[in-house]
T-cell receptor
């Protein structure tokens, strides 16, 4: 049972345009959400997070939106740059009861930004 | 400030052997998490240590074990290695995982190959 889903395995975007990566979750107990960027054979790099009490968080070119009623979050990258090309993982925590804060990851979306 | 470090970067073992992987968290972080990324699969939670104690474990057999030392570094041991244990093992650290809102920062990973 996949609790965090990234339904698009890949996405191609022209340089300078907006990239929108989507993520859906099924467990309403999740209360903290994060986006990570990953290059092959490297560890994930933290990008941005949002707690369940907010619906938007912005950091430079990156904005995360959370729609709790739809159990959906998205990452917007504006403007997209070739260096943004990587696999993006959505992750969530807080679903395993009090004191359990491990992350549950989606399977990732490979973003390709075309110059 | 140094990030999360892991050693070794690569490890080759044969079936039935034991593997030991090491992780040093970011200075000031007391929580250490271990994740496995097997080929074709997403990142799966393995173990969580905080203040020297195992706080939670994922859906992995008991031959996956570990410990956390007084300096908060951690060791992951995999006994009786099987071919399907071949994967990228990632360590992450965070401030004390007691609020559920601490961001986890990842190391570069150890690539384990079981022959």
């Amino acid at each position: 049972d996949q609790q965090v889903k990234q339904n698009s395995p890949s996405l191609s975007v022209q340089e300078g345009r907006i990239s929108i990566l989507n993520c859906d979750y099924t467990n309403s107990m999740f209360d903290y959400f994060l986006w990570y960027k990953k290059y092959p054979a490297e560890g994930p790099t933290f990008l941005i997070s949002i707690s369940s009490i907010k619906d938007k968080n912005e950091d430079g070119r990156f904005t995360v939106f959370l729609n709790k009623s739809a159990k959906h979050l998205s990452l917007h990258i504006v403007p997209s740059q070739p260096g943004d090309s990587a696999v993006y993982f959505c992750a969530a925590s807080g679903a395993s009861g009090a004191g359990s804060y491990q992350l549950t990851f989606g399977k990732g979306t490979k973003l390709s930004v075309i110059p | 400030e140094a990030g999360v470090t892991q050693s070794p970067t690569h490890l080759i073992k044969t079936r039935g052997q034991q593997a030991t992987l090491r992780c040093s968290p970011i200075s000031g972080h007391t929580s250490v998490y271990w994740y496995q990324q097997a080929l074709g699969l997403g990142l799966q939670f393995l173990l969580w240590y905080d203040e020297g104690e195992e706080r939670n474990r994922g859906n992995f057999p008991p031959r996956f074990s570990g410990r956390q030392f007084p300096n908060y570094s951690s060791e992951l041991n995999v006994n009786a290695l099987e071919l399907e244990d071949s994967a990228l093992y990632l360590c992450a650290s965070s401030l004390s995982g007691t609020s559920g809102m601490e961001t986890q920062y990842f190391g570069p990973g150890t690539r384990l190959l079981v022959l």
